[in-house]
């Protein structure tokens, strides 16, 4: 079965056919088993992104299927990432805080921008981008990422609150505090999850330990009552410090809420002054620094409340059971009357002031995902923010383009082993439309998974229907298995991004970087550090990174390797200084490696005086150009400059072995002529025979006939 190759291009999974039933037979089976890591996966990283957990399933629904369709490679697993998933939650952080609604739809939002940006470099064929990210800065930025996703879990793994602000050491730090209110059952869930999980790791890895270590643990959680929770009212809590912040923490959200009315009307009256259009410029200033000056004070307010919050879930509390008629009463650690019996649990507020009522909600024992909501996701528009467009701009496309990296990596390493075609521009395109398609469904941004991806393959995954297959389980799932799912401890989850981030933690890979260049490896440390430093912004560690690589470059190009030639005893021109060998007084042979363009071009005019001035006896100056690239305006200015001012100085100027491409440059802007011909030569040889040839012509004296004498069996030997 053949189709239209314009129909192909369009859609490129035209390409699967035809397709056998063996074909079939081998992508269910390999579609089947990634969704068993897959399900538990989503979950996991929808937490790490700061949503809740069933976010995950959205985002492992339609995206995995459109970026199989769409995509080049057909083994490639697309999904929830742990890289992606952090950025997202960083970028998003200081904007809503996580799991709220407002947090919801900026994640939504960021899938549609990084959708948008991949699919327009992809349609575009602008994939070339991606390649300002050098590979030592991604590694850089993966270590450090592993390592901030891994300590961001702790928390979770042994049952305390941790806090979110501009530092997520200081976020570490207060965890490390509270290492003495570990929750043991809680330690003792994610513990036996990550001893499943490397155990069948080591011993049968065929097998789903993922699927397994959950499957066990929500059953164990079921049968023992792992979760415990209760509400109450603020009078119900009588230690008197936590009373006081909920206190201040209900006043102050009603100061945001009157922020937020207030805000809202000076907007509305501004867009009918701009409607009008005739109202003056006075009124237009005024309203809009009143909406600043709001702004400011909103965010004041959100920040105290931030901090109040992290405070009242750090309180540890014991319960005293009801009774007579009076309800449950809640004490600090430590401070329970004498006389009064509490029920043996530590209890914590995990939700501040809620409901008509003004409850709180607390926890006394391990917190699970709880209820998912059954059925598909709503398929609508994102929620569209000009003033959220300005704050994602940045981290759109920093997901973008490490996404992709992460994708294309992927995917050819796949290809290195079945020998198929990877199209960049095509895999761009597969990811964007994943993205654009997942923000209409409610999910965050996706990327290509190197575990999915190695399970998909060595599942035997024959074309990318082993994805649709994927996607297709994960709908049963979201149909059907949610209740299922009720049970399972966060505690898990936490252990599932911390052993699928530990692989991703590659040291060896910066001090490769180090030994290859020394600038690379610099760009490497720089990054890792300045992620490290930055957390939670994320962004700003790989855009340092990225930028300190392109300055570096730029500085290797400005200042390449300029050696003097001499004639070594095999007959071949080499660097006089690396093997000292003694210079001609007839004509000084200089090799420039780089290209000549604007960036260098008084570097090289330097280095050709400075070799001029070392061998004022010379006649003849010859630039061998076997290492020239590229020639610029700039470069063919000096050039000629340069020409023309040995000229005056009686010095003639001699090219070599000049690319096809300078010679045009040279040719085009008259260079060429004015040079001469007979002072361009294809070989450095013949350059210097022939200045020798003159110099002798001309009765010149020279003490080193050196760079003239070599065996014939040399004669034609390149430069080295």
Do not use: C
Not at 127 to 155: C, E, K, R
Not at 306 to 312: K, L, T, V
Not at 493 to 503: C, R
Not at 514 to 520: E, P, R, S, Y
């Amino acid at each position: 079965m053949s189709f239209p190759p314009l129909l192909q291009r369009f859609l490129p999974f035209l390409n699967w056919f035809p397709y056998s039933g063996a074909t079939l037979r081998a992508d269910f089976i390999a579609g089947l088993t990634v969704a068993l890591v897959l399900v538990p996966q989503s979950m996991a990283y929808a937490q790490l992104a700061g949503l809740p957990a069933y976010y995950g399933l959205y985002a492992a629904f339609l995206p995995v299927m459109v970026a199989a369709l769409w995509g080049s490679s057909r083994q490639l697993g697309t999904g929830p990432v742990a890289v992606a998933s952090l950025l997202t939650a960083s970028s998003l952080a200081p904007l809503a805080a996580p799991g709220s609604e407002a947090f919801v739809a900026l994640a939504i939002m960021l899938a549609l921008l990084v959708g948008i940006f991949q699919l327009a470099l992809g349609v575009f064929k602008l994939g070339v981008v991606v390649n300002f990210l050098s590979h030592p800065v991604i590694v850089g930025f993966t270590n450090a990422a592993a390592i901030i996703i891994g300590l961001s879990q702790v928390n979770k793994l042994i049952g305390v609150p941790m806090g979110r602000s501009e530092s997520f050491v200081s976020d570490i730090w207060g965890v490390v505090q509270l290492v003495g209110d570990t929750h043991l059952p809680t330690l003792a869930m994610g513990a036996t999850a990550i001893a499943i999980m490397w155990a069948i790791r080591k011993k049968a890895p065929r097998l789903p330990g993922v699927l397994i270590a959950v499957a066990l643990t929500t059953v164990v959680s079921w049968q023992i009552g792992f979760e415990r929770n209760a509400s109450a009212t603020i009078e119900q809590i009588a230690e008197p410090e936590a009373q006081t912040l909920l206190g201040e923490f209900v006043r102050t959200e009603a100061r945001i809420r009157e922020i937020n009315d207030q805000l809202a009307a000076a907007n509305a009256e501004l867009k009918k002054l701009q409607k009008a259009g005739s109202e003056s410029a006075h009124d237009v200033a005024r309203l809009r620094y009143e909406i600043e000056l709001l702004k400011l004070q909103l965010k004041d307010r959100e920040d105290e409340n931030r901090r109040r919050s992290r405070a009242i879930r750090a309180t540890v509390l014991e319960q005293v059971p009801a009774s007579d008629g009076k309800p449950a009463t809640y004490f600090a650690q430590g401070k329970v009357p004498a006389g009064l019996q509490t029920e043996g649990h530590r209890w914590r507020i995990t939700r501040t002031v809620h409901g008509a009522a003004g409850e709180i909600t607390l926890t006394g024992g391990g917190q699970v995902v709880g209820r998912i909501p059954e059925g598909l996701p709503s398929v609508s528009l994102p929620k569209f923010s000009w003033e959220a467009l300005a704050s994602l701009l940045s981290a759109a496309v920093v997901i973008s383009l490490v996404g992709f990296m992460e994708a294309i990596s992927i995917a050819k390493a796949i290809a290195a082993k079945t020998r198929q075609k990877i199209d960049p521009n095509q895999e761009l395109i597969g990811q964007g439309l994943a993205n654009l398609v997942g923000s209409l469904t409610q999910s965050f941004p996706v990327s290509g998974s190197f575990s999915r991806s190695a399970v998909n393959i060595n599942a035997g995954a024959k074309t990318g229907m082993s994805s649709v297959i994927t996607g297709a389980f994960v709908l049963l799932t979201l149909l059907f298995l949610t209740p299922l799912l009720y049970h399972l401890p966060q505690a898990v989850l936490a252990a599932v991004i911390i052993m699928a981030v530990i692989g991703l933690i590659n040291f060896g890979a910066i001090k490769h970087a180090w030994q290859a260049n020394k600038h690379d490896g610099i760009a490497s440390v720089v990054t890792f550090v300045a992620t490290l430093a930055a957390a939670p912004h994320l962004d700003k560690g790989i855009m340092l990174g990225a930028g300190l690589a392109i300055l570096l470059y730029l500085y290797r190009t400005m200042t390449p390797r300029v050696a003097i030639l001499g004639r070594y005893h095999d007959g071949t021109l080499r660097d006089v200084k690396v093997n000292q060998l003694p210079e001609s007084r007839v004509v000084v042979a200089v090799r420039f490696d780089g290209r000549l363009y604007f960036a260098n071009v008084s570097y090289f005019e330097d280095a050709l005086l400075e070799a001029v001035a070392s061998n004022p006896q010379v006649a003849y100056l010859l630039v061998v150009g076997d290492g020239i690239n590229e020639l610029d305006a700039s470069g063919e200015e000096v050039v000629r400059h340069l020409v023309e001012r040995l000229r005056a100085s009686g010095i003639t100027v001699l090219f070599s072995g000049l690319k096809k491409q300078v010679i045009d440059v040279m040719h085009a802007t008259g260079l060429f002529d004015y040079v001469g011909q007979p002072n361009i030569f294809p070989t450095a040889d013949l350059a210097i025979e022939a200045a020798y040839a003159a110099a002798s012509a001309a009765g010149r004296e020279h003490a080193s006939t050196l760079l003239i004498n070599r065996p014939a069996a040399a004669a034609s030997a390149p430069a080295p």
